[in-house]
């Protein structure tokens, strides 16, 4: 396993990271789609994950209605400084107004509610999962900045946001002394490239990790789904997502299929191998339901694309410029990257 330092801070985390959104929600839709899995085979995964060395394991209080959490803190008791633990608030947790967002008083209770799941007493990424529009960044920011003061959080992250809505966090957080977002958690895949428009170039540009979440789209790229067959219990055969365009991705599957077969490989093991070789790719969260998906996932990192294959699947799977992308390509070639 390779590691890689968390954004601009001193901590190093695996290439390759553990999902748990497949952890418990057995009976409760969707849950028992994406998962299901009950407290032995959540911990089989973990297991496999730590002896083959990864370090960050992702949840969030949201999933399976903080059952997720409650399960992996059991698995974690006795192993808890072995893991990176990254966690996400931000979904309705209850029946109450205050019971979702981003508010000082949600984040508090949020906070306390991980941790008691979770059994410990401190959480290594605490990620916020959208942004609240009705929030002032200010509000969520400074109460980010308690929890860290108070040990109850190493480094703060965020998730699932636009580009202005980064770019403006970290420069409140700068402006007033907060502790900046050292991370952003979003999807990124082959068939989902529109990370590369506005939000790669500014986590690059401030130093930010990068954790890639749905590699695969949701199982699309698992090598199960062809023009002529595909998966029918499989997660993205019952639940569509992320959406994508199917056939400009069946066009990216067969792109795949040849390059695994160049390198003996898995149609998915090579799908995230391309991830891995992006520029400003920290990490690569994987999750699975039995343990020899997890095996072939987290063998992707033996997988090293050469020159040509990446010139490859970029052909097949690389985005059409938006405005103002195409107004300034070859128009100022010593001033545009």
């Given at each position: 396993?390779?590691?890689?330092?968390?954004?601009?801070?001193?901590?190093?985390?695996?290439?390759?990271?553990?999902?748990?959104?497949?952890?418990?929600?057995?009976?409760?839709?969707?849950?028992?789609?994406?998962?299901?899995?009950?407290?032995?085979?959540?911990?089989?995964?973990?297991?496999?994950?730590?002896?083959?060395?990864?370090?960050?394991?992702?949840?969030?209080?949201?999933?399976?209605?903080?059952?997720?959490?409650?399960?992996?803190?059991?698995?974690?008791?006795?192993?808890?400084?072995?893991?990176?633990?990254?966690?996400?608030?931000?979904?309705?947790?209850?029946?109450?107004?205050?019971?979702?967002?981003?508010?000082?008083?949600?984040?508090?209770?949020?906070?306390?509610?991980?941790?008691?799941?979770?059994?410990?007493?401190?959480?290594?990424?605490?990620?916020?999962?959208?942004?609240?529009?009705?929030?002032?960044?200010?509000?969520?920011?400074?109460?980010?900045?308690?929890?860290?003061?108070?040990?109850?959080?190493?480094?703060?992250?965020?998730?699932?946001?636009?580009?202005?809505?980064?770019?403006?966090?970290?420069?409140?957080?700068?402006?007033?002394g907060y502790p900046r977002f050292v991370s952003l958690q979003a999807y990124y895949s082959l068939v989902g490239r529109d990370l590369e428009r506005e939000l790669l170039p500014l986590v690059?540009?401030?130093?930010?990790?990068?954790?890639?979440?749905?590699?695969?789209?949701?199982?699309?790229?698992?090598?199960?789904?062809?023009?002529?067959?595909?998966?029918?219990?499989?997660?993205?055969?019952?639940?569509?997502?992320?959406?994508?365009?199917?056939?400009?991705?069946?066009?990216?599957?067969?792109?795949?299929?040849?390059?695994?077969?160049?390198?003996?490989?898995?149609?998915?093991?090579?799908?995230?191998?391309?991830?891995?070789?992006?520029?400003?790719?920290?990490?690569?969260?994987?999750?699975?339901?039995?343990?020899?998906?997890?095996?072939?996932?987290?063998?992707?990192?033996?997988?090293?694309?050469?020159?040509?294959?990446?010139?490859?699947?970029?052909?097949?799977?690389?985005?059409?410029?938006?405005?103002?992308?195409?107004?300034?390509?070859?128009?100022?070639?010593?001033?545009?990257?």
């Open positions: 396993m390779q590691y890689q330092q968390l954004g601009a801070t001193g901590t190093f985390v695996s290439r390759i990271a553990l999902g748990t959104m497949t952890f418990g929600g057995s009976g409760r839709k969707p849950w028992d789609v994406i998962g299901g899995l009950d407290l032995e085979a959540a911990d089989e995964l973990v297991g496999i994950a730590l002896d083959q060395g990864v370090n960050l394991i992702d949840t969030a209080d949201m999933y399976a209605g903080g059952e997720t959490e409650e399960l992996l803190g059991k698995i974690l008791k006795g192993r808890r400084r072995d893991v990176v633990l990254a966690t996400k608030a931000y979904s309705r947790m209850g029946a109450g107004p205050n019971e979702v967002g981003l508010s000082r008083v949600h984040l508090r209770h949020a906070i306390e509610d991980s941790l008691r799941r979770l059994g410990t007493d401190h959480i290594d990424l605490y990620q916020i999962h959208a942004h609240d529009h009705l929030t002032p960044i200010e509000e969520t920011l400074s109460a980010l900045d308690d929890a860290v003061h108070q040990g109850k959080i190493s480094y703060i992250g965020t998730s699932n946001t636009f580009a202005w809505q980064l770019a403006k966090a970290l420069g409140v957080a700068d402006l007033r690059n540009e401030e130093k930010l990790g990068l954790l890639v979440y749905s590699p695969l789209a949701g199982g699309f790229l698992s090598g199960k789904f062809t023009r002529d067959s595909h998966d029918a219990s499989g997660r993205r055969a019952q639940a569509d997502n992320p959406p994508i365009d199917r056939e400009r991705g069946y066009d990216i599957v067969d792109a795949l299929r040849k390059v695994a077969a160049k390198h003996e490989s898995t149609v998915a093991r090579v799908a995230l191998a391309w991830v891995l070789a992006q520029r400003g790719v920290t990490s690569v969260i994987v999750g699975a339901k039995r343990p020899d998906q997890l095996r072939d996932n987290l063998a992707a990192g033996e997988v090293q694309l050469d020159a040509q294959d990446l010139a490859e699947l970029d052909a097949v799977s690389a985005l059409q410029p938006e405005y103002p992308a195409w107004t300034l390509n070859g128009a100022y070639p010593s001033r545009t990257p």
